[in-house]
């Protein structure tokens, strides 16, 4: 098997990342971030109850995303990939006593920016939000990370100001897409490496039942394979030919008999959280948060592999009851999460040397 020839990540495309990202500005995140453009949706919003907040920081593409649940959301979470960066995931295991938790963090920055979740303990915390303990009350705040710091300067990454200040601007209206928050500094199709990868980003989708059922999915797409059109069975983002200029399809060239040829690290990892109005225990959250990782297996080829840590977290606000719950969140949820996934990678701007799917596009 050989290797395929791919262009090495130099430190001049670094540097021209990070000139190219001077557009995004700190503490951003709401439907006016210019980094944004003019793309809104609801996703996660559509569900009352939940408000979502962005950092994007400007000195180069990384950031946080907080979805702030302080009237209690029963969660539950499933780890898929062989790389993980998380916190309090334990605690949302359904024989574990915690029921309910107040926000979820998904940041940029590797294990650094599992620091985010502790800005948002202090801003809940302000607010007497948190489990009661009877001494105080404790903020529940689960969080998961990817790595985005090959992008620019890798000393610059999410802190606790930044989850703050995520936290502060976040709202119950239209949010943000594209390259925006956690999605600030993802990309996609890098087993050949990060010098024929694209630009991707953070995507939103919901899907509603006639009976006011509402199932929504927000995903940060950081992922090491392509993004695949599930329609067509098409790559929409993912590695290209040696040129540039196209996709490869990783699938179809590691099929062919090529191989990664280099030492592959932590640069990925696809990270979402899925939120419902549907009643759901915490065992049930959990099995929807397994099903929601099908909408990864439509969308992301290779998936779950030895260096992503894809991990998605399900919500409920607990407001519906509909029959076979677990099992028609879980079937709208891998549904609203492939959506969001496609999203990431059409919403999102390309950069120096990462170009998005829409550049390729009009190639």
């Not at 098409?234 to 040696?242: I, K």
């Not at 592999?305 to 719950?325: E, K, M, R, Y």
């Not at 709208?332 to 996934?341: D, H, P, R, T």
Request: charged share 15%; hydrophobic share 45%.
């Amino acid at each position: 098997m050989s290797a395929i020839d791919r262009r090495g990540f130099s430190l001049s495309l670094a540097a021209g990342l990070s000139a190219g990202w001077s557009h995004a500005t700190a503490g951003g995140g709401g439907a006016g971030d210019p980094a944004a453009k003019e793309a809104t949706v609801g996703g996660l919003t559509d569900v009352p109850g939940i408000r979502v907040g962005h950092f994007t920081d400007g000195r180069r593409p990384t950031g946080c995303t907080v979805v702030l649940t302080e009237g209690g959301a029963v969660c539950g979470v499933d780890v898929r990939g062989g790389a993980p960066g998380t916190r309090e995931t334990d605690l949302l295991q359904p024989l574990n006593t915690v029921e309910v938790v107040h926000a979820v963090v998904l940041s940029g920055g590797s294990a650094f920016g599992l620091d985010a979740a502790t800005g948002v303990v202090r801003y809940l915390e302000e607010r007497s939000v948190g489990f009661a303990t009877g001494v105080a009350k404790v903020p529940i705040v689960p969080a998961a990370i990817l790595f985005d710091l090959a992008l620019g300067d890798p000393r610059i990454r999410p802190d606790a100001a930044a989850g703050y200040e995520a936290a502060r601007s976040a709202s119950a209206g239209p949010m943000a897409e594209g390259c925006v928050g956690a999605g600030a500094g993802a990309t996609v199709g890098k087993l050949f490496g990060l010098g024929s990868a694209m630009k991707s980003g953070l995507g939103a989708a919901s899907v509603r039942l006639p009976g006011g059922a509402v199932v929504a999915a927000l995903v940060a797409v950081n992922a090491l394979g392509d993004v695949v059109d599930p329609a067509a069975g098409r790559p929409l983002a993912g590695a290209r030919t040696p040129d540039g200029k196209t996709l490869l399809d990783t699938t179809k060239a590691l099929l062919d008999g090529h191989t990664p040829g280099r030492p592959l690290g932590g640069e990925h990892t696809t990270l979402g959280v899925v939120a419902t109005n549907v009643t759901l225990t915490k065992a049930q959250a959990t099995k929807v948060a397994q099903m929601a990782h099908d909408g990864l297996a439509r969308t992301v080829r290779p998936v779950h592999t030895p260096w992503d840590g894809d991990t998605l977290f399900a919500v409920s606000t607990g407001a519906v009851q509909i029959d076979q719950p677990a099992l028609l969140a879980g079937v709208l949820a891998a549904e609203a999460v492939a959506k969001a996934i496609v999203r990431a990678v059409t919403m999102a701007k390309g950069l120096p040397g990462l170009p998005a799917a829409s550049d390729l596009a009009r190639a």
